[in-house]
């Protein structure tokens, strides 16, 4: 399957970044405590962003969607991300998407 | 002298801040759709409040990446005064127009009421015609107004003069009440280095008429006409 294009999946987790004050996980972290569990030391509240993409390779794939969080995903003056891309299926015919 | 506000799908102050302009201050005023690609010819931008798309990823993220942005750049670059109000102060950020991020307010409530800000600088287009250290009453209606920055970001905008308005009680008072977002060194307003790029929480297109409670922000709208006159 070298050369051809794949279908790459790229999860994305953003986090606040350490330090960095999270009003919705503090009100998250009080409503657990409100609900009776114990030992609660601290919620942080993040999102993941599940990208799609078509690639040549996984290299190319990764560099795009790392651009992609630096550019518009995340914004580096509050919020930290992680990468993690899935191993790509094979592309097939019917997938039109490129 | 010709004024341009940006319409972004979900604005919803840009009709009031056209008003204000239009109406109020008897500028020739245009609503400007965010697919526009040149804003020449116009000698006031300004970026109005709402919920561009929804606030979707983060506020105002979406509208920075906005056709009309590039031209907005453009326009800040000649120097031509640009004003984001609200959720047009959350995307200056996002577009990297100005320093620094906003987060959820810290009382984690939408805050709709009326706020006191001082005057911190009157060497914006926005503030040339107000007194240093006034005390301006405005409406803030925002649930994300909790600016933040790195602490060397908010050494530099005080040492470079950028901070332009601060939450304060009605006497001009730093208190911990009057802060209503939790904003770091109780910041409702900054501006760029140049100084003609400044954004603010408060909606000064909401009390520039008396029928609405309050006239402060017609100080802002004056202080920028004198200005392009000048």
Known sequence: MSGLPQIYTAHVFVRLKSGVNDPQGATVADGLRDLGFDGIRDVRVGKIVDVELVAPDAATARERVQAMCEQLLTNPVIEDFELELIEPQPLKLSDTAW | ?230
């Open chain 2, 1 to 230: 002298m010709r004024a341009a506000v940006i319409v972004f799908p979900g604005s919803n102050c840009d009709t009031d801040t056209h008003h204000a302009l239009a109406r109020v201050m008897g500028v020739p005023t245009d609503l400007v759709w965010h697919a526009t690609p040149s804003l020449d010819g116009y000698d006031l931008v300004v970026l109005p409040g709402g919920f561009s798309y929804g606030d979707y990823l983060r506020t105002g993220a979406m509208a920075a990446q906005a056709r009309v942005m590039r031209a907005v750049r453009e326009a800040a670059d000649r120097g031509v005064p640009v004003l984001g109000i609200c959720n047009g102060f959350q995307i200056l950020l996002e577009a990297g127009l100005l320093p620094g991020a906003m987060l959820p307010n810290d009382c984690v409530e939408f805050r709709c009421e009326w706020v006191h800000v001082r005057v911190e600088t009157r060497r914006t287009p926005f503030t040339q015609a107000t007194d240093m250290g006034q005390v301006l009453r405005m409406p803030i209606a925002h649930g994300e107004g909790n600016y933040v920055a790195d602490p060397a970001t908010v050494d530099a905008l005080d040492d470079n003069d950028q901070v332009v308005w601060r939450y304060t009680d009605a006497a001009g008072r730093r208190t911990a009440g009057a802060n209503p977002n939790g904003s770091v060194a109780d910041i409702a307003g900054i501006c760029n280095a140049r100084g003609n790029v400044v954004g603010l929480m408060p909606h000064p297109e909401r009390c520039s008429e008396t029928a609405l409670g309050g006239t402060d922000g017609r100080m802002l709208w004056e202080s920028v006409l004198a200005r392009v006159a000048a």
